[in-house]
């Protein structure tokens, strides 16, 4: 059976610019997980989805950073105005259930130049 | 809050065994662990729910002391598919959901 998939694999996009990230989870999981990584540190929780709602927003970093899962399934991470700072790979994780076990996607590594 | 895990690095011969350990300095509903190897996804290893279960499958097993606020992941007979680096990932309480991961943990297994 498909894992979860990120698109882009790698994006680079210059300063300033406004970018999305698509994560497509595991058929059948309703809840849906983004996380941000950066080289030599464990992920970093941004969001949780249950559904089509977002039930934890508490991890994204400021107002620059969105996301939606409108019909339950594919989600998008969205920034705006990206700084270097932004820098990373973005993962993106899905379970049957909130609190069992993550399954991740590949990521979609994030250069801001 | 980030759990800490201790060794940060470990070196190891194809055979030998390595204990991986994670502290939170609060009190924890879960552990997840998971193995990621360079430039891939973490991997799901186990997911441990009580405290003072262990599990286990093969020649990986773990252990969590609820009272302690510590997880430790055991690897015994080690194999060169186990190198990668490590995370404990954290559950605060039941419907928390979101994990808080641990420093990481770098294993080497060398032939």
């Known amino acids: 059976g498909a894992g979860v998939s990120q698109t882009p694999s790698n994006k680079v996009t210059e300063k300033g610019k406004y970018v999305e990230l698509r994560c497509d989870p595991i058929?059948?999981?309703?809840?849906l997980y983004w996380y941000r990584q950066s080289l030599g540190q464990g992920p970093e929780f941004l969001i949780y989805?249950?559904?089509?709602?977002?039930?934890?927003d508490s991890g994204l970093p400021n107002d620059r950073f969105f996301a939606v899962r409108p019909e339950g399934s594919v989600s998008t991470l969205k920034i705006q105005r990206t700084e270097r700072g932004d820098s990373a790979v973005y993962l993106c994780?899905?379970?049957?259930?909130?609190?069992?076990?993550?399954?991740f996607g590949p990521g979609t590594r994030l250069t801001v130049t | 809050q980030q759990p800490v895990q201790s060794p940060q690095a470990v070196i190891l011969r194809e055979g030998e065994d390595a204990v991986i350990n994670c502290s939170s300095s609060?009190?924890?509903?879960?552990v997840h662990w998971y193995r990621q190897k360079h430039g891939e996804a973490p991997v799901f290893l186990m997911i441990?729910?009580?405290?003072?279960e262990q599990k286990g499958h093969e020649k990986i097993s773990a252990s969590f002391n609820e009272k302690k606020q510590q997880s430790s992941l055991y690897l015994t007979a080690s194999q060169l598919s186990y190198s990668g680096t490590y995370f404990c990932?954290?559950?605060?309480?039941?419907?928390?959901?979101?994990?808080?991961f641990g420093t990481g943990t770098r294993l080497l297994v060398s032939p």
């Open positions: 994780a899905s379970s049957r259930a909130g609190g069992g076990e993550q399954y």
């Open positions: 058929s059948g999981h309703t809840a």
């Open positions: 989805f249950q559904g089509t709602g977002a039930a934890d």
């Open positions: 609060k009190a924890l509903y879960s």
């Open positions: 441990l729910l009580k405290g003072g």
């Open positions: 990932g954290t559950e605060r309480r039941t419907g928390f959901q979101k994990l808080v």
